[in-house]
């Protein structure tokens, strides 16, 4: 069975630039999660969306970031326009079908971010 | 609000070593508890888990009980390997998003 995909693995841009992560979930998984990692701290819920519908929103900065999944399915997160503490790795996980509760998540390898 | 505080590392230890990775939580209710693992080059997976109180879960030789009287999910493992070289995150859901704490890296020399 197919992992996560993530895309770009790694990312390099200037303040104030924008920047686009893709994320494909495991085929048939309903939920899917995006989640920042700032290097030292635990990763960070950013959205949370249920098919293509967002349940949790409430972290995520909206004012530079945002986040779709169009036919609920593959996911995109945007960043525009950086700053320098977002500077992180961003993580997709996926879970199936009345799983998320019980936190069992799927994780892709992340796409590192650098900001300079 | 919901927390999840865990040792701070590194942890360093030899072939065969005792592993304690102390974790404990803040939490409405009665959330569900999770160990993930990070192994170098890989993405997050989960380890193991327990949903209420005195559960224990287990995986891999590694375990932990849910100790609701002392808010704590502590991991062990009896004997370490150098494949169990990683990063250790203790998780908690209260509801459906995973809140982490900041990871224990633990590195095992043969």
């Known amino acids: 069975e197919a992992g996560v995909a993530q895309s770009p693995r790694y990312k390099i841009i200037e303040k104030r630039q924008s920047v686009a992560f893709w994320c494909n979930p495991i085929s048939g998984h309903a939920t899917l999660y995006w989640y920042q990692q700032i290097l030292g701290q635990g990763p960070k819920l950013l959205i949370q969306?249920?098919?293509?519908?967002?349940?949790?929103d409430s972290q995520l900065p909206k004012d530079r970031f945002s986040a779709e999944r169009l036919k609920g399915v593959d996911s995109t997160l945007k960043i525009q326009p950086a700053k320098l503490e977002d500077s992180a790795v961003y993580l997709c996980?996926?879970?199936?079908?009345?799983?998320?509760?019980?936190?069992?998540?799927?994780f892709g390898e992340g796409s590192r971010l650098t900001v300079l | 609000g919901n927390s999840v505080t865990q040792m701070e590392g590194p942890v360093t230890l030899s072939e065969e070593a005792f592993l304690t990775i102390n974790c404990t939580y803040t939490a409405t209710g009665y959330p569900s508890l999770f160990w993930y693992v990070q192994y170098p080059g890989e993405g997050l997976q989960l380890l193991l888990k327990?949903?209420?109180?005195?559960d224990k879960g287990s995986n891999k030789g590694f375990e932990a009980t849910y100790r609701k009287e002392t808010t704590s999910f502590h991991l062990e493992k009896g004997s370490v390997q150098v494949s169990d070289s990683a990063v250790y995150f203790c998780a908690l859901s209260a509801g459906t998003a995973l809140i982490f704490g900041k990871g224990t890296t633990l590195s095992v020399s043969s």
């Open positions: 969306f249920q098919n293509n519908g967002v349940v949790d």
């Open positions: 327990a949903t209420k109180a005195d």
């Open positions: 996980a996926s879970s199936p079908p009345r799983s998320g509760n019980m936190g069992e998540l799927f």
